[in-house]
């Protein structure tokens, strides 16, 4: 049997007290979950179906930094290629070894280079958000085969280049070694 007990001030204000925080613990979660869901629904992987990591970050090699400045994403040729997230488009054409390539300054300042593509389908200046389309997968350039060279870069020069799989990890993407479908 359940007894009711008087309502006294204290008791009122204890409830009151106890109501108010759990509820604001309810909001903050709430809100920090729905900041997290928008930050990953606005980044996605560069390209939207199976892939393999053929060539991963930092492996020590030829190249003139004398180390793999982004990640090779073996695929079909032409498969497409999107935007990881929102920026707006500062190179959209042929690009040394890189061959035909894309460089995108992200809002958050870095820069993401999409390299040997088969086609581009953006112009410089052209602002994109995640999943915009770049062009298509190829083998322009230094490349031993049709694949995406995935770079970001804390500046626009080269040699500035970090670990691609930490940037998008940051913004709730993963990309793993193994083949991936989504």
């Known amino acids: 049997m359940t007894t009711f007990r008087k ?12 109501t108010q925080a759990a509820l604001g613990s309810v909001l903050t979660l709430a809100a ?12 996605t992987h560069p390209v939207p179906t199976h892939y393999r990591i ?3 970050y930092g492996v020590r090699g030829t190249w003139q930094a004398g180390h793999h400045t982004g990640i090779d994403l073996a695929v079909r040729a032409g498969t497409r290629v999107g935007s990881v997230g929102a920026g707006t488009v500062v190179l959209a054409k042929r690009s040394g070894a890189y061959g035909k390539a894309v460089t995108i300054r992200m809002n958050d300042g870095h820069y993401t280079l999409f390299g040997h593509l088969s ?19 190829g083998a322009t350039g230094r490349a031993t085969g049709p ?3 995935f770079e ?3 500046s626009r020069h080269y040699g500035s280049d970090i670990n691609p799989l930490t940037y998008l990890a940051q ?9 991936l479908a989504r």
Do not use: C, D, E, N
């Open 32 to 43: 920090s979950q729905a900041a997290h869901a928008a930050t990953v629904g606005t980044w």
């Open 54 to 56: 053929s060539s991963p």
């Open 152 to 154: 970001v870069r804390t």
């Open 119 to 137: 086609r581009i389908t953006v112009h410089r200046g052209q602002k994109v958000r995640a999943r915009t389309r770049l062009g298509y997968t």
């Open 171 to 179: 913004h709730g993407v993963r990309l793993t070694s193994h083949t």
């Open 147 to 149: 694949h995406l060279h």
């Open 7 to 18: 309502s006294t001030p204290l008791r009122r204000m204890l409830l009151r007290a106890i």
